[in-house]
């Protein structure tokens, strides 16, 4: 004659359910750390390979420039999902002015690569800012105010600000700028260097 078995006691059920729990937090960890270490989120890099002005003209009897700027970047996403930019802008300033403003169009970056972009856009006629150069008689007139030194500089900050949806379900905000001081030689408009 065979035993009737019992049903299981309550220390049983207990044990599978610690044994369960501890399992799932374990997997939990474990996905964590897969995704912190593999799938983390990082910034854009933004390089800037070029900065041009194709059409550049001086008024020394007003002081006053205008120009046609160029940059060229390179935009490079190293996140392992693809980067979705939007709100993104360029724009120029000159002695803590604003005088030049662009927004980049919105677009997607796949996962690991380069993303060549150009802007170009016309900058308004601005007044120069001479440093003010004092001799022992006073400051050094030109002919509508101080006199233009030979050179000029212009800041370009470029800023795109977007999301990486790791997994198609984690959505990160990053963002990416790129700051460049732009040497300009105020006689012909060539940009005699920057720096980033």
């Not at 501890?22 to 900065?51: E, G, R």
């Not at 120009?67 to 490079?76: D, I, L, N, P």
């Not at 060549?116 to 900058?123: G, N």
């Amino acid at each position: 004659m065979s035993k009737p078995q019992r049903p299981p006691s309550g220390r049983t059920n207990l044990a599978s359910c610690i044994v369960a729990t501890v399992f799932l937090i374990f997997v939990i960890i474990i996905i964590f750390i897969v995704y912190f270490t593999v799938f983390k989120p990082h910034d854009p890099k933004i390089s800037v390979n070029a900065v041009n002005l194709p059409s550049f003209s001086v008024s020394y009897n007003s002081s006053t420039v205008n120009f046609t700027f160029s940059q060229y970047v390179a935009v490079r996403n190293p996140n392992k999902a693809p980067f979705t930019h939007y709100d993104s802008t360029l724009q120029l300033l000159y002695s803590g002015n604003r005088v030049g403003f662009m927004f980049i169009p919105a677009g997607t970056i796949d996962s690991g690569r380069t993303q060549y972009m150009a802007a170009t856009f016309a900058v308004q006629s601005f007044p120069l800012v001479a440093p003010q150069t004092v001799s022992a008689m006073g400051p050094i007139q030109g002919g509508g105010g101080y006199r233009v030194g030979p050179t000029m500089e212009i800041e370009s900050k470029m800023e795109m600000a977007g999301r990486v949806r790791v997994l198609h379900i984690f959505t990160h905000h990053v963002d990416a700028k790129a700051d460049c001081k732009v040497v300009i030689a105020v006689s012909d408009g060539s940009v005699l260097g920057f720096h980033c």
